[in-house]
């Protein structure tokens, strides 16, 4: 279901350190998974996808792990950069599908 | 690089109003998308569209229509609208191809409408 609020899930990480942001989906069926990242005034812009029969996949400076028996996601950011300060979303799809459902967000800062 | 547009970057309109919200994409993308986006609720998908004259229901499509007369363009129209339809809004779009759809949703920069 929904989670209902008025507050991003932060998320505060120095800069150089790594960043992980977890993101837990609701439908068993789902088998594709994207996480996007959303700029101040911006859309969001697709990082990195996964698909369920696999559990890690990487891409540069970023990781995404999935958990299928516990319907978890993560987002690893090695070495974070003030640039990466964004809101992250993760979204699941059921492949051929054409709807997304995302998550609510969560909030990355990044401390110079 | 693919371009998605969106009419306006803020809008004011009073209840009741009717209201058009244009998207525009460049790249001969297939389908197309309406989200809004409000705090604490992520994305949600209004309408979506596949072809031209062709539309879907999303989650949330009570109080809005869509229209889709040419493949370039898709219009999210508030029929009367009310203050609980304040929010962003989000065009996206994304080829039909042997990619997956959702990988290549390309997002426009968002209109915030602020119904009074």
């Known amino acids: 279901g929904e989670s209902v609020g008025l507050h991003l899930p932060t998320l505060s990480v120095q800069e150089g350190d790594n960043s992980i942001i977890n993101c837990a989906y609701s439908n068993s069926a789902s088998d594709y998974f994207i996480w996007y990242k959303q700029e101040s005034g911006k859309g969001p812009q697709f990082i990195i996808d996964i698909r369920s029969n696999m559990d890690k996949r990487q891409g540069q400076r970023v990781t995404v792990l999935l958990n299928k028996t516990v319907k978890h996601l993560s987002l690893q950011i090695a070495a974070t950069q003030p640039g990466d300060s964004a809101v992250y979303f993760c979204?699941?799809?059921?492949?051929?599908?054409?709807?997304?459902?995302f998550g609510i967000g969560t909030k990355l800062q990044v401390i110079p | 690089d693919v371009k998605v547009t969106q009419s306006s970057r803020y809008l004011v309109k009073r209840t009741g109003e009717k209201v058009f919200l244009e998207c525009v994409q460049d790249?001969?993308?297939?389908?197309m998308f309406w989200y809004r986006q409000d705090p604490g609720l992520g994305l949600r998908l209004i309408y979506f569209?596949?072809?031209?004259?062709?539309?879907e229901k999303g989650d949330i499509p009570e109080g809005y229509s869509v229209s889709r007369e040419k493949k370039e363009r898709f219009s999210l129209i508030l029929e009367s609208a009310s203050t609980n339809q304040t929010s962003m809004y989000l065009c996206?779009?994304?080829?039909?191809?042997?990619?997956?759809?959702?990988?290549?949703?390309?997002f426009g920069p968002g209109t915030r409408l602020l119904v009074l």
């Open positions: 790249m001969d993308h297939e389908n």
């Open positions: 569209s596949y072809d031209v004259k062709m539309k």
């Open positions: 979204a699941e799809n059921i492949w051929g599908y054409q709807k997304v459902t």
């Open positions: 996206a779009s994304s080829p039909l191809g042997q990619g997956h759809p959702s990988e290549t949703q390309y």
